[in-house]
């Protein structure tokens, strides 16, 4: 397999996010690029995918307004969470057909990446049967919902950093009542690394865990240019599928 | 030809799917490789794109069911093809005119059957499959679920023209056709091998290994069969390992005199029956544990990691056999806030639901506490593995008349074993004997629960 490119998009809004994630998806499909790990800096939403019920969103309309925040109903699995500062949301745009078009092992193996990452801080992850994402003793630190179209993964992970965790008290996350949300702030304190350190780590978990030889970084305008890329029109400075 | 849309092979560990979304409507034309529908497996949701170019002739499953890998959803009608065009708003009288399904061999492996015929007032969720799904037949309208059962219990189609149909236009409905067989079933040439056969038999084929064997056409036949595990099976097969893996399983033994329950079940079943609802003894086995689980929260309880969760709604597990189609043990929510009455509805319609593949994803998670009855395949006694994550289950078992001693005299009495399967890791035996022996006291005097629920 390739390696896995990865590049930190900077901010991002999320309705921006979701085309870019299509475009990319479009490329991957048409083999005019290699598999991906984008990091967006998204302001706060909710975002609810195909599992949703309506219980899960706690907070009224009006409270949303006052805080800004905006709700997307997404094509992903899963209920309701929230994505905002302080927590590394990762897009993985990956071709499933090489790996068998395995759904559930994809969804464990983005768990295994998950937890190798949160072992380079000395915390043990845990993934509870039937619960997909992360936990570390009972909280929940990493949440999962994956969509896929024409056999090519987005969507993806939301590791929880540094964010402010009161946010989360605006729904049930995940549909599931009585679970807490946890950071790394939270259990490691000052130790905690920053968004880059956990850029880092998680790129290098994941290429670990999903079977990639590495990871090749690249910038932001590289992903925008092949998510508006046409066939034919190849992007000589795109690291196209190798 | 017609193209068979099934969902598609998704993994090794996935048995199931949920259709989240139609992304094309009854009669809309699709290209090749656009996405016809999103089909939903734990936190992914995928986009399954057509196989080939023509029009969607018809949707057979309903948003938000849940099917076996493998079960078609859809068919797709080459753009050659005449189809039955746009979707009624609301079924239409006249024959159908779309290619008919039950040509396909795939259908023959469909898991589960389609979604019933609109009755008299269909759910929006149906109202798009207009007539899209059934096919002429003798001249009288067939659907999907019907042809199924035709051909799951042998049924011919001049025993069908006989039938007096209570669909529109005199159309033979599903039920019209299960309650034919419950007659059909009872007539003498079938009557034995139906007597052993607990009552919803009669709407289930028998699997094949309990089936009757034909004799022996010589001894040259292979004396042994290889059967490749379903994915169901394997799911279970996991499941069960992980089950006894990690949770320390440990079984104590009671038993519980059933004279007051009998009796009560005897008076009241005929009242509820009159209802509509079946009562059967699960109800009160389910009102029994929610007081003992109240009394000993510990039992109702799930192992997270290093901690212990304890939890203060009652969602019973009830293990439901479904012959070859293998064991499934959906929930009942909240029981804690139900009568006895909702109870048994609940009991009936998830049963129910759970042999012919309705359940929702909602069903079978979030289990605080399971029930499984062997008794109702004759088992006196069993030590039942625990659904894990939680922490304990109740064998209940056959009430069979013994002799106990009652002031000094021996006297017969409906007596029932009950067991408990339970994590040694997290309940010690005094407390699982403890709630064993409670529970059998709330089934031996039922009027504690007017003193203590």
């Known amino acids: 397999m390739s390696t896995l490119s990865v590049a930190h998009l900077g901010p991002v809004a999320y309705r921006d996010g979701l085309d870019l994630q299509s475009g990319l998806v479009r490329a ?70 090489t790996r068998g078009r395995d759904l559930h092992r994809f969804l464990r193996d983005i768990e295994r990446g998950l937890i190798e990452a949160l072992r380079v801080w000395g915390l043990d992850g845990e993934t509870l049967p039937g619960r997909t994402g992360v936990w570390v003793g009972g909280e929940k630190i990493a949440s999962i919902g994956v969509a896929v179209r024409r056999w090519v993964s987005y969507h993806g992970f939301a590791l929880n950093v540094a964010p402010d965790l009161r946010f989360f008290e605006l729904i049930h996350p995940c549909g599931l009542r009585g679970i807490h949300m946890t950071s790394l702030a939270a259990r490691l304190g000052p130790k905690a690394p920053d968004l880059a350190g956990a850029r880092e780590a998680v790129a290098t978990g994941m290429a670990e865990r999903l079977g990639y030889p590495g990871v090749a970084w690249a910038d932001a305008e590289t992903v925008r240019r092949l998510a508006t890329a046409e066939p034919g029109n190849l992007i000589e400075t795109a690291p196209a599928a190798r | 030809m017609p193209i068979s849309i099934v969902v598609p092979q998704l993994g090794e560990s996935v048995a199931e799917g949920t259709v989240a979304r139609w992304l094309k409507a009854q009669g809309d034309r699709v290209r090749k490789e656009e996405p016809l529908v999103e089909i939903q497996t734990d ?18 499953v309903a948003e938000g069911t849940t099917v076996l890998v493998g079960t078609e959803i859809a068919v797709l009608a080459a753009p050659d093809e005449v189809v039955g065009g746009k979707p009624a708003a609301a079924p239409a009288l006249a024959p159908a005119v779309a290619p008919a399904p039950a040509a396909t061999p795939a259908r023959a492996r469909a898991a589960a059957p389609p ?20 096919v002429a037949s003798e001249g009288r309208n067939l659907s999907p679920a019907v042809r199924k059962i035709m051909r799951e219990q042998g049924v011919r189609s001049e025993e069908i023209s006989a039938i007096r149909g209570s669909g529109l236009a005199g159309r033979v409905t599903r039920d019209d056709l299960l309650e034919y067989l419950s007659r059909r079933v009872a007539a003498p040439a079938a009557a034995t091998a139906a007597a052993a056969a607990p009552p919803l038999a009669v709407h289930v084929p028998l699997p094949g290994y309990l089936a009757p064997q ?18 169901v099976r394997k799911l279970i097969a996991e499941n069960m390992v992980r089950a006894k893996h990690t949770a320390a399983h440990t079984h104590c033994f009671d038993e519980a005199d059933m004279s007051a329950i009998v009796a009560l079940r005897k008076e009241w079943a005929p009242k509820l029956e ?4 079946k009562l059967t003894y699960m109800p009160f086995f389910i009102k029994a544990s929610v007081l003992a689980l109240k009394e000993f929260p510990w039992v109702n309880g799930e ?88 922490v304990a289950i109740l064998g209940v078992h056959k009430i069979v008349e013994r002799p106990v001693i009652r002031d000094g005299q021996i006297v017969a009495r ?23 022996r409670r529970v059998c006291e709330l089934l031996e005097r039922p009027e504690l629960l007017w003193f203590y629920a």
């Open chain 2, 115 to 134: 979604p019933a015929p609109p009755a008299a007032a269909p759910e929006p969720a149906y109202a798009s499959h207009g007539n899209g799904g059934m």
């Open chain 2, 303 to 390: 192992v997270r990691g290093e901690t212990m969760v304890l939890k203060r709604y009652y969602h019973i597990g009830m293990a439901v056999g479904r012959d070859e189609k293998g064991l499934i043990v959906p929930n009942l929510k909240d029981c804690d806030r139900k009568n006895l009455v909702q109870l048994a509805a609940e009991v009936n319609d998830l049963a129910a639901r759970a042999r012919n593949d309705r359940l929702k994803p909602d069903d079978i998670v979030g289990g605080t506490f399971s029930i499984t009855n062997a008794g109702v395949y004759g088992a006196i006694n069993s030590a039942p593995v625990i659904n894990v994550p939680e």
């Open chain 2, 43 to 60: 936190k992914i949701n995928v986009e399954i794109p057509s196989p080939a170019e023509g029009t969607l002739a018809s949707i057979l």
């Open chain 1, 28 to 97: 991957r499909a048409e083999g005019l690029t290699g598999d991906w790990l984008l990091y967006p800096d998204h302001p706060p939403v909710l975002t609810v995918g195909r599992g949703g019920r309506g219980e899960s969103l706690r907070a009224d309309p009006a409270t949303l307004g006052r805080l800004g925040i905006e709700v997307f109903e997404v094509a992903r699995g899963g209920d309701f969470t929230w994505h905002g500062p302080g927590q590394l949301v990762g897009y993985l745009v990956c071709d499933l057909t």
């Open chain 2, 414 to 436: 409906p007596m029932m074993n009950a067991s408990i399967g339970f994590d040694h890791r997290v309940v010690d035996g005094e407390l699982a004997v403890k709630f064993l």
């Open chain 2, 214 to 231: 034909a004799p022996a056409a010589g001894a040259l036949g292979p004396r042994e069969e290889v059967i490749p595990f379903t994915r």
């Open chain 2, 274 to 277: 009159a209802q509509g609802a």
